[in-house]
């Protein structure tokens, strides 16, 4: 049973599939760190971008990675004119309000998705889909290893983006004392929007890394979002390096519980440990400030 | 009895409608309306008046649900006795989890996102277990008997639903007046302030959210006898977690009409749209989606926040500068 024949492939597999939860939940701990709010429409969103991803292709013919290009500038744009023309005067600065707007948005979003596309199930057929690599004892296919590989360059660009622009030291400034930034000179409802655009970015990205090996229909980015909110407490809400590390640990803990328990209880590690992290260690693992 | 005034009357009012109509359509409304007014009302005296934003009431509701359906089903118990140990069940689940979350501390968002993961583990094991029946889920046989909770026609399951939404409605508008109340509130506005003061915060939110969680529970219960079929999903799944606080969130609150006002407005939402789609999928949720977003934007304070804004009119809070957080 614990032979590493068996253990190190699902390891492996289990760290590819956390860093898209951790891409995920990096868009979702940006956003709750700096807006103190939780997006209830990052799921649909993220349904939005895959199915983006998938017509890309099917009718352009462009292929995810390269599609990504394309996907996120437009996604930062639609995140950032969300915030900043609906999100921001409908909810009047009140957290239930932030809930309420984002839950309805997720609700218009899936739903028109629906209307339009129907609940067909679909996937696409890309020729290196099933190209694997030998890893020791594992397989690992290719495209887990690319989003992988585009995870942990997305979380090192995010980072550079906080530590040395300006605009990412405002947003820092803004996620510590938004009346102070405020004070400064700083565009409040410009960096949220920002904020949000970046977030909005994220699961753009993820949608072009899960298209490959996933399928998309109406609902599909829900499982992630939930997912990712377990994500993002256990790593510590708004830090980067928590949601990057977080999303690692929960894929792996999926991924054994799996093998431990069976294929349909293999979520039920996540959300146990999510609830034990929670009640011994409640600022998550990186969280500074509860 | 002035301050139970209004409930007398509203309940009264509600209790005409079958002397009205008894057309299965609008009872068949108003009866899901009164279940998630009573879902949602138990939502309020934790979300409302205690200000612990709970995610998962659906622990509650399915934990009821489940708990009726399964010991009539398996241990051939009686469905009145089943739903008071139902109810009672739904009320151990939330001192539970109230015991866990509220002893380590969690606020605000924590607390939202851990009673959502109670939720799902929950409807996870629901969803596997055999003594749910798993999958498949759990139907509960016909035997149209007052006994056994069950009904042909629609009527008696109205003035059931009525009698435990005009239960739950005094209740709360006592806690309201009552000295407990008192010490939700102050915990709601300032948990740190309200320790200081000598109110046991911990003691006052596990006694909320028991309270609570019975509530939400017994609308488990109805839901169970009134539809004879549960599983994972519609026990435990995120739809009964979002009606139960949208329902409070859109009526106002932390007012006791709250949850009614917004259960039959978003269920009279729910209709309408479906009537102006008519059957293309998706289409009625869209405008729902979209009329959620437009009354929240014109409407940020619910409907009770709504009438008080109409008849006294006072600066508008729309255009806070710095968009402070309530």
Same mark, same amino acid.
């Given at each position: 049973?614990?032979?590493?024949?068996? +253990?190190? $492939? %699902?390891?492996?597999?289990?760290?590819?599939?956390? *860093?898209?939860?951790?891409?995920?939940?990096?868009? =979702?701990? /940006?956003?709750?760190?700096?807006?103190?709010?939780?997006?209830?429409?990052?799921?649909?969103?993220?349904?939005?971008?895959?199915?983006?991803?998938?017509?890309?292709?099917?009718?352009?013919?462009?292929?995810?990675?390269?599609?990504?290009?394309?996907?996120?500038?437009?996604?930062?744009?639609?995140?950032?004119?969300?915030?900043?023309?609906?999100?921001?005067?409908?909810?009047?600065?009140?957290?239930?309000?932030?809930?309420?707007?984002?839950?309805?948005?997720?609700?218009?979003?899936?739903?028109?998705?629906?209307?339009?596309?129907?609940?067909?199930?679909?996937?696409?057929?890309?020729?290196?889909?099933?190209?694997?690599?030998? +890893?020791? $004892? %594992?397989?690992?296919?290719?495209?887990?290893?690319? *989003?992988?590989?585009?995870?942990?360059?997305?979380? =090192?660009? /995010?980072?550079?983006?906080?530590?040395?622009?300006?605009?990412?030291?405002?947003?820092?400034?803004?996620?510590?004392?938004?009346?102070?930034?405020?004070?400064?000179?700083?565009?409040?409802?410009?960096?949220?929007?920002?904020?949000?655009?970046?977030?909005?970015?994220?699961?753009?990205?993820?949608?072009?890394?899960?298209?490959?090996?996933?399928?998309?229909?109406?609902?599909?980015?829900?499982?992630?979002?939930?997912?990712?909110?377990?994500?993002?407490?256990?790593?510590?809400?708004?830090?980067?390096?928590?949601?990057?590390?977080?999303?690692?640990?929960?894929?792996?803990?999926?991924?054994?519980?799996?093998?431990?328990?069976?294929?349909?209880?293999?979520?039920?590690?996540?959300?146990?440990?999510?609830?034990?992290?929670?009640?011994?260690?409640?600022?998550?693992?990186?969280?500074?400030?509860? | 009895?002035?301050?139970?005034?209004?409930?007398?009357?509203?309940?009264?009012?509600?209790?005409?409608?079958?002397?009205?109509?008894?057309?299965?359509?609008?009872?068949?409304?108003?009866?899901?309306?009164?279940?998630?007014?009573?879902?949602?009302?138990?939502?309020?005296?934790?979300?409302?008046?205690?200000?612990?934003?709970?995610?998962?009431?659906?622990?509650?509701?399915?934990?009821?649900?489940?708990?009726?359906?399964?010991?009539?089903?398996?241990?051939?118990?009686?469905?009145?006795?089943?739903?008071?140990?139902?109810?009672?069940?739904?009320?151990?689940?939330?001192?539970?989890?109230?015991?866990?979350?509220?002893?380590?501390?969690?606020?605000?968002?924590?607390?939202?996102?851990?009673?959502?993961?109670?939720?799902?583990?929950?409807?996870?094991?629901?969803?596997?277990?055999?003594?749910?029946?798993?999958?498949?889920?759990?139907?509960?046989?016909?035997?149209?008997?007052?006994?056994?909770?069950?009904?042909?026609?629609?009527?008696?399951?109205?003035?059931?639903?009525l009698a435990l939404v005009a239960v739950s409605l005094t209740v709360i508008r006592a806690i309201e007046n009552s000295r407990f109340g008192a010490y939700?509130?102050?915990?709601?506005?300032?948990?740190?302030?309200?320790?200081?003061?000598?109110?046991?915060?911990?003691?006052?939110?596990?006694?909320?959210?028991?309270?609570?969680?019975?509530?939400?529970?017994?609308?488990?219960?109805?839901?169970?006898?009134?539809?004879?079929?549960?599983?994972?999903?519609?026990?435990?799944?995120?739809?009964?977690?979002?009606?139960?606080?949208?329902?409070?969130?859109?009526?106002?609150?932390?007012?006791?009409?709250?949850?009614?006002?917004?259960?039959?407005?978003?269920?009279?939402?729910?209709?309408?749209?479906?009537?102006?789609?008519?059957?293309?999928?998706?289409?009625?949720?869209?405008?729902?989606?979209?009329?959620?977003?437009?009354?929240?934007?014109?409407?940020?304070?619910?409907?009770?926040?709504?009438s008080r804004a109409i008849s006294r009119p006072r600066r508008s809070s729309i255009s806070t500068p710095d968009g402070s957080r309530g």
């Amino acid at each position: 049973m614990l032979s590493p024949v068996i +253990l190190l $492939p %699902a390891i492996l597999n289990g760290l590819m599939t956390g *860093a898209i939860y951790a891409l995920v939940a990096l868009g =979702l701990t /940006l956003i709750y760190g700096v807006l103190h709010i939780i997006n209830f429409a990052h799921g649909a969103l993220l349904t939005a971008a895959m199915f983006a991803a998938f017509f890309a292709y099917t009718l352009l013919g462009l292929d995810p990675y390269l599609a990504v290009f394309v996907l996120a500038p437009l996604f930062f744009v639609a995140g950032y004119a969300l915030q900043r023309f609906v999100i921001g005067p409908a909810a009047h600065g009140e957290d239930r309000n932030f809930l309420l707007v984002t839950l309805g948005l997720a609700v218009l979003i899936e739903n028109a998705l629906l209307y339009f596309f129907r609940a067909d199930t679909r996937t696409i057929d890309l020729p290196y889909a099933f190209n694997v690599i030998e +890893l020791g $004892p %594992a397989f690992i296919a290719v495209p887990r290893i690319v *989003a992988f590989v585009t995870v942990i360059v997305v979380a =090192l660009a /995010l980072w550079a983006i906080m530590q040395w622009t300006d605009t990412g030291k405002a947003i820092r400034a803004v996620a510590r004392e938004k009346l102070g930034a405020e004070l400064c000179g700083i565009n409040v409802t410009h960096i949220f929007a920002i904020t949000f655009g970046l977030g909005t970015a994220c699961v753009a990205v993820a949608a072009c890394l899960l298209i490959p090996t996933y399928y998309v229909n109406p609902t599909a980015g829900e499982a992630f979002v939930l997912i990712a909110f377990t994500v993002v407490v256990l790593g510590g809400m708004g830090s980067v390096a928590g949601a990057l590390i977080g999303g690692l640990c929960v894929g792996v803990i999926e991924s054994l519980s799996s093998v431990f328990f069976g294929e349909s209880l293999g979520q039920i590690g996540i959300f146990a440990s999510f609830i034990v992290t929670l009640l011994v260690r409640p600022s998550g693992l990186f969280g500074a400030r509860a | 009895m002035k301050t139970y005034l209004s409930i007398i009357v509203v309940v009264a009012l509600l209790a005409a409608v079958p002397m009205v109509t008894t057309s299965n359509v609008v009872l068949n409304f108003l009866v899901t309306a009164l279940l998630i007014a009573l879902a949602g009302q138990g939502w309020n005296l934790l979300g409302g008046y205690g200000g612990q934003y709970s995610f998962g009431h659906a622990a509650f509701f399915g934990t009821a649900a489940y708990a009726t359906a399964i010991l009539q089903v398996r241990y051939g118990l009686n469905a009145w006795v089943g739903s008071f140990i139902g109810m009672a069940a739904g009320a151990l689940v939330g001192a539970v989890i109230g015991a866990l979350t509220f002893r380590s501390g969690l606020r605000g968002s924590y607390f939202s996102l851990v009673t959502l993961a109670f939720a799902e583990v929950l409807r996870i094991i629901a969803s596997v277990a055999p003594i749910t029946g798993a999958g498949v889920g759990t139907l509960i046989p016909l035997d149209l008997h007052a006994r056994a909770f069950q009904f042909q026609s629609r009527t008696p399951f109205y003035f059931i639903a009525l009698a435990l939404v005009a239960v739950s409605l005094t209740v709360i508008r006592a806690i309201e007046n009552s000295r407990f109340g008192a010490y939700l509130v102050a915990v709601r506005e300032n948990e740190d302030a309200a320790s200081a003061l000598g109110v046991d915060a911990f003691s006052v939110k596990l006694c909320a959210i028991t309270i609570s969680a019975a509530i939400t529970a017994a609308a488990g219960c109805f839901y169970a006898q009134y539809f004879l079929f549960i599983d994972a999903g519609i026990a435990y799944g995120p739809w009964i977690s979002i009606d139960a606080l949208l329902a409070p969130i859109v009526g106002g609150a932390g007012t006791v009409f709250g949850p009614l006002l917004g259960a039959l407005a978003i269920k009279t939402l729910g209709e309408t749209t479906k009537l102006i789609a008519a059957d293309a999928p998706g289409l009625d949720l869209m405008f729902y989606g979209l009329l959620l977003v437009g009354i929240v934007g014109l409407a940020p304070r619910g409907i009770a926040g709504l009438s008080r804004a109409i008849s006294r009119p006072r600066r508008s809070s729309i255009s806070t500068p710095d968009g402070s957080r309530g």
